[in-house]
C-alpha cells in the first residue's frame, strides 16, 4: 500500500523560505506525488503536483529526486496566512480516484 | 474563479434520521468525490462518481451511503439512517477528468452532527 510520510509539525517566520519532506517509499511508477493544504474547517486546496524534477507554480515549488521515493514542497516567503496542514498525498495502488491522505504537517508562521 | 459549493453548511439529525447532503461541482467536471473527516482526523475518501455510476468506493460507503446526480448540477449524498459516528465533515469534490494527473478541487464541507 503506497502511502506518505511526513512531519507531524513545523514552525517558521514570516519571510521565510518553508521546505517540507514528504517520504513515499513504494510510490507507484506512474503516481504523481500532490500536495493540499487545509485551513481549519475548510475544505482541502491543491497547492502543486508533480511526477518528477521540479514543478513550479505561483504559490510554491515541488523538487522530486530521480528515484522519486521522496518530495519536497518548498514555499517561498511564508506570511503569517499560510499556516494551515500540509498533505502530500499519492493514489490508492491501482486506484485512479482515491487518494491516500495522512496526518498531514500543521505548519505554524509565527510573526 | 469557478468553485465547489456545498448545503448546508452544517446539518444537526437524530440518530436513526436520514440526511442528504448536497453540492454543485464545477460546471464542466465531470468526476466527482464524496470525503468525510472526523474532527482531530485525517480525510477518508468515500465514493467517485462519474458518469452517473459509482466508479470507487472505499469501505466505509457501505450500504447506508448512496450517491446521486439528480439534475445537471447537483450531486448529492444520502445517509439513509444515520449513527453517532457519522458526526463529521463531509467534503464534495470534482474534477475535470479521472486520472491522477487530475487537481480535485473540493467545497467548502458539511458539517454533520448526529445527536
Known amino acids: 500500500l503506497a502511502k506518505t510520510t511526513q512531519p507531524i509539525s513545523m514552525d517558521s517566520y514570516e519571510g521565510q523560505e518553508v521546505n517540507i519532506t514528504c517520504s513515499h517509499n513504494?510510490?507507484?511508477?506512474?503516481?504523481?506525488i500532490t500536495w493540499y493544504q487545509q485551513f481549519p474547517s475548510q475544505g482541502p486546496r491543491f497547492i502543486i503536483q508533480?511526477?518528477?524534477?521540479?514543478v513550479t507554480n505561483e504559490v510554491a515549488s515541488l523538487f522530486i529526486p530521480a528515484d522519486r521515493k521522496s518530495s519536497t514542497l518548498s514555499l517561498p516567503r511564508v506570511s503569517l496566512s499560510d499556516t494551515a496542514v500540509y498533505y502530500c498525498l499519492v493514489f490508492l495502488m491501482d486506484s485512479n480516484y482515491q487518494l491516500i491522505w495522512g496526518a498531514g504537517t500543521k505548519l505554524i508562521i509565527k510573526p | 474563479e469557478p468553485e465547489v459549493t456545498q448545503t448546508p453548511s452544517h446539518q444537526v439529525t437524530q440518530m436513526g434520521q436520514e440526511v442528504i447532503l448536497r453540492c454543485v461541482p464545477i460546471?464542466?467536471?465531470?468526476?466527482f468525490y464524496w470525503y468525510r473527516q472526523i474532527l482531530g482526523q485525517k480525510v477518508e475518501f468515500l465514493v467517485s462518481?462519474?458518469?452517473?455510476?459509482?466508479?470507487?468506493k472505499s469501505e466505509i460507503f457501505d450500504d447506508q451511503f448512496s450517491v446521486e446526480r439528480p439534475d445537471g448540477s447537483n450531486f448529492t449524498l444520502k445517509i439513509r439512517s444515520t449513527k453517532l459516528e457519522d458526526s463529521a465533515m463531509y467534503f464534495c469534490?470534482?474534477?475535470?477528468?479521472?486520472?491522477?494527473?487530475?487537481?480535485?478541487?473540493f467545497g467548502p464541507g458539511t458539517r454533520l452532527t448526529v445527536t
Open positions: 508533480g511526477y518528477k524534477t521540479k
Open positions: 513504494n510510490i507507484a511508477t506512474n503516481d504523481y
Open positions: 469534490a470534482s474534477s475535470e477528468a479521472g486520472g491522477r494527473a487530475y487537481e480535485q478541487y
Open positions: 460546471s464542466n467536471h465531470l468526476y
Open positions: 462518481f462519474y458518469n452517473n455510476e459509482i466508479s470507487e
